[in-house]
Nanobody
Framework: QVQLVESGGGLVQPGGSLKLSCAASGMTFSIGTMGWYRQAPGKQRDLVAT???????NYADSVKGQFTTSRDNAKNTIYLQMNSLKSEDTAVYYC?????????WGQGTQVTVSS
């Protein structure tokens, strides 16, 4: 079992920045790829970014060059630095961790981009 706790969401003006964190606990030694997903109201949950144990990253086309994910394996934590935020980035952001064939999810953190 793995527990994931996201933090860092909030209200930000267009053009601003936020940094999300996701701390993992439990069977952290078994965690493989971790990632970020987001779900806007009335829409499906979409991939934002993933990061492997060795730090290899993958981004959705919509956030390339705007968001950066990183990982601190010693702290069992991943981060999502979000810059130049736009209203369409408003969503609940979820952290994800893969253990074998099982996907674990955090509770989500709300990011609202509005003036």
């Amino acid at each position: 079992q793995v527990q994931l706790v996201e933090s860092g969401g909030g209200l930000v003006q267009p053009g601003g920045s936020l940094k999300l964190s996701c701390a993992a606990s439990g069977m952290t030694f078994s965690i493989g790829t971790m990632g970020w997903y987001r779900q806007a109201p009335g829409k499906q949950r979409d991939l934002v970014a993933t990061i492997s144990v060795r730090g290899r990253t993958n981004y959705a086309d919509s956030v390339k060059g705007q968001f950066t994910t990183s990982r601190d394996n010693a702290k069992n934590t991943i981060y999502l630095q979000m810059n130049s935020l736009k209203s369409e980035d408003t969503a609940v952001y979820y952290c994800n961790a893969v253990l074998g064939a099982v996907y674990y999810w955090g509770q989500g953190t709300q990011v609202t981009v509005s003036s």
